[in-house]
């Protein structure tokens, strides 16, 4: 059974920094790409990034383009997203995805398994 938990979100002020992590289980990670999607209030759920199964194909939307960074730890399993410069725009539950494939894409319908979500604010 295929389970992912992410963790690391929290209150910040514009500016700020923080971390989240996925832990994933119940497949071979590394053999799959990996996402992270946010979706604000009132709004549908957007891509944000993602990085292929083995780490060397990454990609970001434009607005996050330069202060996230995601990563993965195949021996641990996990998926990380550092990011900086956080601004209130990037306020929303963030959610990381597994992927189909070994390959990647921005669209929400090539991920299969969703995780809970965690929960970003950025003060103004």
């Known amino acids: 059974q295929v389970q992912l938990v992410e963790s690391g979100g929290g209150s910040v002020e514009t500016g700020g920094s923080l971390r989240l992590s996925c832990a994933a289980s119940g497949y071979t990670y590394s053999n799959y790409c990996m996402g992270w999607f946010r979706q604000a209030p009132g709004k549908e759920r957007d891509w944000v990034a993602f990085?292929?199964?083995?780490?060397?194909?990454?990609d970001y939307v434009d607005s996050v383009q330069g202060r996230f960074t995601i990563s993965r730890d195949n021996a641990e399993n996990s998926l990380y997203l550092q990011m900086n410069s956080l601004k209130p725009e990037d306020t929303a539950m963030y959610y990381c995805a597994k992927g189909k494939t070994t390959g990647c894409s921005s669209r929400a319908t090539d991920y299969n398994a969703w995780g809970q979500g965690t929960q970003v604010t950025v003060s103004p």
């Open positions: 990085i292929s199964s083995g780490g060397w194909n990454r």
